[in-house]
């Protein structure tokens, strides 16, 4: 809590101020139709990319109560990519998702990393969407291209981030925002010099604010974005993990918002290598907006 | 064969100005620990061996003193005391406290009516967990008792003593200030009553921090209560220290192995030997320009990846990749620096080892790993390159498949196959897998290979014979052309062949297509395979924790494969 609160005063990054309530935008995913044409059960049902024995994306059947996986099913194509992170169901039922090799690089070629795929709301393919620009190529010491998704829902974007030909020495990754056109997607705005993890887009007081988590640092910065869905300058620190939770270096993986003031992180280890623990080493962070600052409430 | 060798230290990245890191000397006198940390060692086993092995803070107000008895005693913690397997665990008083209203809930708030009870906090050092209990000194019953693993306590004073002891008494950071401190310079104005904690989550430790303020920078220093020792430093500004600091036991360990060895190459020159070493992004530790007096004997040797086969049937398994741990294609990382030993036969030093141990945090839990490169170098001009796993990994049934990548010397080379009929030299590239079938020379040589007229090494393939616990190689060898101008893993390569492949096809094999060998420069390719073994007395590329001076140490019975070289005649 005090550290949040201390990064906020000391590190002035804009003077904008945050008032009243937070409304999430990004939640309106809708059930994806083919799902009831494999006569599953959607209420006891999840998509994974993150199941240890099964590449790519999966549709997870869990039991009665919702603790063990009963079953599951997996399209030939949702394997096309490799190893998966980051996953969006937009509001027509369609999933997006990006590349992102875990423990080595044999099912995910660091030269394509630096896409989304979208499985078909009816169909149930999965399929190319976007191959985004790098400002500079894969390198030897960074396999990674995009790691996290959000959608806007009021404006049919996708926001993405990547850090795709970065090095320990060079930020080059960016941000992009893109407008969802059928199963295509095309370039709005791009935020550039920035590795970010995790992304969640919010309405604060009206303004629309992505947030996103710093991969290098664990801090959790804002910028503004406009009724065209572009990136205005500058971006503001919000609050940080540095020296929260069981590790004190966890980086936010994902952003979303819950209710009028509450912002939920799940912040994991990242060293941009490929580790892959056993045991996912991941928390949730719960941040909570007192007095126009994103003050630390609890961690799970 | 660790225990034959001695150390020599290794310096390296010593910190001279801001944001540094700094290691060297701390590092590698660990295991000789300092007098001091010997007799706190000697009180930790006392306690240990009595009939009641909690620690005391041995408070001098009677009815807290009597406190601590009660918790010490009661059977409510004696799960926390004892092991599954009876072993002792560490565990210490860390505070003794008057309860305070909010330290009465609701259902315990008639059973502690009147001022006579107590909040007694603990540390178990073994587990790293935090127990905070509350007790009636009056109805001598421990009324609450809560645990919460991987949280520790604020330390009494004579931890942070002792923090500040090691701290002072650090070569690294008498090296860093340009002056031994004293304890009294150990600590910032703001943080006078406590040492700011610090993250040890790689260790999963009890660490402090003891910071030494120097103009309008701080040196910040990381020590790990639980095995007595410095694990790093760094400077920052004044300003910045006065919050905690951003950095953590994991962030130090590993930007110190990026900025001494993923970065920059080392040097070592013994005996006749000189060579180059340097971490590379996932093939371990590489050495290069290799030479032995006036010869050049490689251009360069590493470890290319390792692949772990759970089954035989369907393919569950890892490939992974060794290498740095910021900023690479490595699934194990290096956290400890490389190693230069002495290399001794009986009581005779026979040269010299270089070794570099990779590390999956958790590790000796399942599914975590640990593997070992290790060069020897001889004073006769004898080499070794190899390698172990030392376990865990997912289950008891693990095949394990290094693959390693040799670049000779010279470009006029020729390598032979010892057949029935004699020497059988290699035309074209090709593979061979070492079986029982395999027919060795007199000399116990598979192949040799020859560098020029006057310069030709003897294979020599592990059969248990090396004396490391090794039991035999059983590895393809691959013999391919080194082509100037297309790169076939002279650079790093990522990941080349998947987990579970139970043939040839680790690999290298892609690098093979009959091309004519025609006396010019090769690589060697050397896939050993390994199985793992967990039953008591045979255990054989495993690990298991157990329970020594009250903390959890390993066991480790390490797989060593990996071919010796011979210079012949």
Known sequence: ?300 | MKDNLFRTLIFCCISVFSMQLAFGQDILMTKEQPGFVQSELAIIKDRLNSSQPVRLLKPTAPSMALAEQIVANSNQLAPFIKDLNGSIMRVEVFGVFKALPSDKSADIASKCPDGSCYKVELYNFSINTAITTLVNTQTKEVVKMISIKNTQPDIPSYLKDLAIKIAVESKTIEKALGYKPNSTQAQMAGTKTSLNKSRCERSLHLCVAPTFVQGDKALWSIVDLTEMKLVGIRWTKVGESEARPGFTERKLQNEYITNCFCEKESKVEKNQWKLNYQLTSSDGLKISKVEFGDKKILDQAKLVDWHVSYSNTDGFGYSDAVGCPFFSTAAVVAIDPPEVLELKEGNEIVGFVLQQSFFSEGWPAACNYNYVQRYEFYNDGRFRISAASVGRGCGNNGTYRPVFRIAFASEMQQFHEYTQSGWNKWDSEKWQLQNEATIYSPEKFQYKISLNTKLRFGVEPGQGQFNDGGRGDNAYMYVTVAHREIDEGDTDLMTIGPCCNQDYQQGPEKFVNSEPLRDGKLVLWYSAMMKNDDRPGKEYCWAKGFLEDGVFKTLSFPCFVGPMFIPLP
């Open chain 1, 1 to 300: 809590m005090i550290r949040c609160i201390l990064l906020f005063e000391i590190l002035i990054f804009s003077t904008n101020t945050i008032n009243g309530q937070v409304i999430s935008i990004s939640d309106c995913k809708k059930q994806s139709p083919f799902l009831s044409v494999n006569n599953l059960d959607v209420s006891k049902g999840a998509f994974s990319t993150s199941e240890r024995r099964l590449l790519g994306l999966v549709y997870l059947q869990y039991d009665e109560k919702q603790t063990a996986i009963v079953g599951y099913i997996q399209h030939p194509t949702w394997k096309m990519a490799g190893s998966l992170g980051p996953i969006v169901v937009d509001d027509k039922g369609a999933v997006w998702v990006a590349p992102i090799p875990t423990i080595n690089v044999l099912h995910n070629n660091p030269q394509k990393q630096n896409r989304i795929y979208v499985v078909d709301e009816i169909t149930g393919v999965m399929s190319l969407a976007a191959e985004l620009p790098g400002s500079a190529l894969p390198n030897e010491n960074n396999p990674f291209g995009v790691m996290g998704l959000s959608y806007d829902c009021e404006n049919r974007v996708l926001f993405a981030s990547s850090i795709r030909g970065s090095s320990r020495s060079e930020v080059r990754g960016r941000i992009f925002s893109l407008e969802l056109k059928d199963s295509s997607l095309t370039i709005l705005d791009t935020l550039s010099g920035i590795d970010a993890m995790g992304l969640g887009v919010v309405k604060m007081d009206g303004i629309k604010r992505l947030f996103y988590g710093d991969a290098r640092s664990g801090n959790i910065y804002s910028v503004q974005v406009d009724v065209q869905s572009k990136f205005i300058l500058p971006a503001r620190l919000e609050c940080s993990l540095q020296n929260l939770g069981l590790r004190g270096d966890d980086i936010p993986r994902k952003i979303r918002f819950q209710g009028p003031d509450k912002m939920i992180v799940h912040g994991v280890e990242f060293y941009f290598n490929l580790i892959g623990p056993q045991e996912k080493q991941e928390s949730l962070y719960t941040f909570k907006l007192k007095e126009n600052k994103w003050v630390f409430d609890n961690v799970n």
